[in-house]
């Protein structure tokens, strides 16, 4: 079945030019695989109708109305198959780790809350239907006051936004049986774990065919079609991840290079650059910068 494959920036940025959270509502009639991808904040992700499968690692789980899906930092997903979606709806919310401790308010550590589940295998959830409609509601309203300079406005997001992470807690705390994950495709599952046990190594197309039993031209289509990247830029993601990750401690940058599996400092340099959209320096200044104020927004 032939669709088309939308480009995705390695790290998907915020849609706008705050750096704490973003929001989106969307309902599109057709709708590209957009690849797998990753970010360095978390995403909050309710599926309402169109999509069948949405990949978050190593897992793939079935998608159906009113779920919501709880995507951490770092970690590559996006909807995965070889069909594309139709009649496609959905609504997510992107929130930093700082800006979820503004909204714990010192009550409840929001990040330590998420993070319980998703340690435990859990990221996917069903919610009531009326919950999804309230969320669908609240994400909307994010989204359409995103760009206004009114503090009173702002207020209200904020609002807003404290009500829909009310809505996935409760749902997430009281969630009685867990998705397991499934298997869509055996040997594309296959070969997708074992690049992300093994992306930090040197890594041929050849090779990885042959262990694999499948022709180069096979793999080279097929992963395409699962996971919307080729595998040589999927391989190039993953250290990127890896790389941001790494760099927001500290970590000699040339460290990182090596230990995310670049050969010189300059070819990792040039990646990295390329898609973060800023040097691996930059990067690390960002994120000191952003600890100290989550509310930043230069």
């Known amino acids: 079945m032939n669709h088309t494959i939308r480009s995705a920036a390695s790290f998907e940025g915020m849609n706008n030019e705050r750096h704490d959270y973003d929001a989106c509502y969307r309902h599109d009639e057709a709708w590209g695989l957009y690849g797998l991808h990753c970010h360095d904040f978390y995403e909050l992700y309710i599926h309402y109708k169109g999509a069948k499968f949405y990949c978050v690692d190593n897992n793939v789980y079935p998608l159906d109305a009113d779920q919501l899906v709880v995507v951490p930092p770092f970690c590559m997903h996006g909807l995965i198959g070889e069909s594309a979606p139709v009649d496609y709806e959905r609504a997510?919310?992107?929130?930093?780790?700082?800006?979820?401790?503004?909204?714990?308010?010192?009550?409840?550590?929001?990040?330590?809350?998420?993070?319980?589940?998703?340690?435990n295998g859990q990221c996917h959830f069903q919610l009531p239907h009326e919950d999804a409609l309230a969320c669908k509601e609240y994400i909307s309203q994010i989204a359409q006051d995103l760009h206004t300079t009114s503090s009173t406005t702002r207020f209200a997001n904020h609002v807003r936004m404290l009500n829909f992470l009310s809505i996935v807690c409760q749902n997430m705390k009281n969630a009685k049986t867990t998705t397991e994950p499934i298997v869509v495709n055996e040997v594309m599952h296959e070969i997708l774990s074992y690049i992300n046990e093994n992306y930090t190594q040197q890594m041929k197309l050849e090779a990885l065919a042959h262990q694999f039993g499948v022709s180069v031209s096979f793999l080279s289509h097929e992963f395409v079609r699962y996971t919307g990247r080729s595998v040589y830029d999927y391989v190039l993601h993953r250290r990127v991840q890896m790389a941001k990750a790494m760099i927001s401690e500290a970590i000699p940058l040339g460290e990182v290079a090596y230990r995310c599996g670049f050969n010189d400092y300059s070819n990792f340099l040039r990646v990295f650059s390329k898609m973060a959209g800023m040097s691996p320096s930059a990067f690390r200044k960002r994120s000191k910068e952003a600890q100290k104020d989550p509310k930043r927004t230069d």
Request: a neutral charge.
């Open 92 to 119: 997510f919310l992107y929130i930093t780790p700082a800006m979820l401790k503004t909204c714990g308010a010192g009550v409840l550590d929001l990040e330590n809350f998420l993070n319980k589940y998703i340690q």
